[in-house]
T-cell receptor
Framework: GAVVSQHPSRVICKSGTSVKIECRSL??????MFWYRQFPKQSLMLMAT?????????EQGVEKDKFLINHASLTLSTLTVTSAHPEDSSFYIC??????????FGSGTRLTVV | GESVGLHLPTLSVQEGDNSIINCAYS??????FIWYKQESGKGPQFIID?????DKRQGQRVTVLLNKTVKHLSLQIAATQPGDSAVYFC????????????FGKGTTLSVSS
């Protein structure tokens, strides 16, 4: 089946620094990638949608200059949290969709900003 | 904006019982629905899906029912086991392939032995 690898699984960073999260589709071409954020005991909230080779489309209230999304290839998308602050601490999850239309989720990244 | 919601935040059952988890959605144009299971610290795990042109779909120990008239989705788990303990989310896709899934609030299922 389709597999999406997300790294790192956990990261701790200092306030003011940037963190990059990678999402790779291992056995299919991900024409579209989705990034979600999940706070404790809450649901997954869509942050942005990115199509390969295009700029990401961000959901209302998500700062595009703070959450930089790159989807330069059909197998890799990255989310960079710039100038991270403690309120950015969350669980970030990517999802990839190929031409078959299904959705495959990564295992998530627990970001803690100290 | 429109969103998918859930009726009950928590559900506690005994091992062997049948569980029913409910979901209400508001977007009448949604054409595809998925139930996910999420364990602590992990990504969502696909359970079962259903398209809007169906009203019932069965899998192994799970059944999804879709009532488009009242915009209601349910997940039935037969003979619930302790390993079924997790948070369950329903998600909807708005009217075309390639668009993002929108998730409901989640129901925590707790199964006791």
């Amino acid at each position: 089946g389709a597999v999406v690898s997300q790294h790192p699984s956990r990261v701790i960073c200092k306030s003011g620094t940037s963190v990059k999260i990678e999402c790779r589709s291992l056995d299919f071409q991900a024409t579209t990638m989705f990034w979600y954020r999940q706070f404790p005991k809450q649901s997954l909230m869509l942050m942005a949608t990115s199509n390969e080779g295009s700029k990401a489309t961000y959901e209302q209230g998500v700062e595009k200059d703070k959450f930089l999304i790159n989807h330069a290839s059909l197998t890799l998308s990255t989310l960079t949290v710039t100038s991270a602050h403690p309120e950015d601490s969350s669980f970030y999850i990517c999802s990839a969709s190929g031409q078959g239309g299904g959705y495959t989720f990564g295992s998530g990244t627990r970001l803690t900003v100290v | 904006g429109e969103s998918v919601g859930l009726h009950l935040p928590t559900l506690s059952v005994q091992e062997g019982d049948n569980s029913i988890i409910n979901c209400a959605y508001s977007n009448s144009a949604s054409d595809y629905f998925i139930w996910y299971k999420q364990e602590s610290g992990k990504g969502p795990q696909f359970i079962i899906d259903i398209r809007s042109n169906m009203d019932k779909r069965q899998g192994q120990r799970v059944t999804v029912l879709l009532n488009k008239t009242v915009k209601h989705l349910s997940l039935q788990i037969a003979a619930t086991q302790p390993g079924d303990s997790a948070v369950y989310f329903c998600a909807e896709r708005r009217n075309q392939a390639g668009t993002a899934l929108i998730f409901g609030k989640g129901t925590t299922l707790s199964v006791s032995s």
